[in-house]
């Protein structure tokens, strides 16, 4: 069974997915190496993925005396097992069930999702999904985070800030294709996970029983009749640059004056990937791992988010059933 997180962080995805279907059963509908979607009676879809970046299972997990802090030499994968527990404990709490969804492959390019999307437009998941008023992914680093992507509902912007949560900016998850496609507002919300993609990856326990403790909130809130449907609004672009809530990168929404100078101020060692890198990241979070790691964290992450998603796992790994 699992109970604690450190249930969560050993299996690989593959185990997790076979876990977790066991658990569900019948109530389950899946799709292998897609998704699991366990329909629920509350309004309301909570995501998260099942894959981590790292490569080694998770063998030892390193506790603070207080036990808040894991970490592990392999890279603990709280991207994103804190939102597998998440998920799993909010639904334990819960009295009138929310919707959940587990995906695989998110790190890869949002693979589960995309699958997912495909079933439900072609008419082969519940016809209920479309009552849903909202969608909550937690996967997000960090305690108060919250990152809207491409939607720009203001309404639902507020009710999540009004749980105390802090508008930020993000590259894409797996609700960046999840929630226009059911055409419902969604938000990524921090799980107590630090230093993503890196071996220097820990979770803080007490930050993620908070957010949970959040949107336990959010799911009884969204059975009440007076809770409104939050419609998915597209984000409006300027042409010239970043002034929403995405990110820096792929659509070029960042201006080309801007990136020479950033550019000029980091080392030219490591300025290849450092631009690469801004499809995924803001200049800031670039900016903090080199303050925290040094300069050559940035050829660390280059490799976890370009060079694996490109090179795939080796087929040993595939033999072994590693994410």
């Known amino acids: 069974m699992l109970n604690q997180i450190e249930d969560f962080v050993r299996p690989t995805q593959k185990e997790l997915f076979s876990t977790l279907y066991k658990i569900f059963g019948k109530r389950a509908i899946s799709k292998k190496n897609g998704y699991i979607l366990v329909p629920g009676d509350a309004p309301i879809m909570l995501v ?166 959040k949107v336990v909130e959010i799911v009884n809130e969204s059975v009440e009749e007076t809770f409104p449907k939050y419609e998915f609004i597209e984000e409006v672009w300027e042409p010239r640059g970043y002034f929403g809530r995405g990110y820096y990168g792929s659509y070029n929404w960042h201006e080309p004056e801007f990136d020479e100078k950033i550019l000029q101020q980091v080392p030219a060692f490591i300025r290849d990937e450092y631009e690469e890198l801004l499809d995924y990241y803001t200049p800031e979070e670039l900016n903090e791992y080199i303050e925290s790691y040094g300069p050559e964290i940035i050829k660390t992450l280059y490799d976890s988010e370009i060079g694996y998603f490109y090179g795939g796992p080796t087929e040993k790994e595939k033999e072994d059933g590693q994410d």
């Open 48 to 213: 998260a993925h099942l894959d981590t970046v790292h490569k080694e299972r998770v063998k030892h997990i390193c506790k603070s005396p207080d036990g808040n802090i894991l970490m592990s030499p392999q890279g603990i994968g709280g991207d994103d097992r804190c939102g597998v527990y998440a998920l799993m404990t909010i639904h334990k709490i819960c009295h009138q069930k929310p919707w959940l969804l587990f995906t695989c492959d998110e790190e890869i390019g949002c693979v589960g999702a995309g699958i997912f999307c495909e079933q439900y437009h072609k008419g082969k998941l519940p016809k209920e999904l479309d009552t849903l008023k909202c969608l909550v992914e937690i996967d997000r680093r960090g305690e108060k985070d919250a990152v809207y992507y491409d939607c720009a509902n203001i309404e639902f912007e507020e009710y999540i800030t009004s749980k105390g949560f802090v508008t930020d900016i993000g590259s894409c998850s797996d609700i960046s294709d999840i929630a226009p496609a059911l055409g419902v507002a969604a938000v990524n919300l921090s799980s107590g996970y630090y230093n993503a993609h890196t071996q220097h990856e820990y979770i803080n326990l007490k930050q993620l029983k908070a957010t949970i403790k």
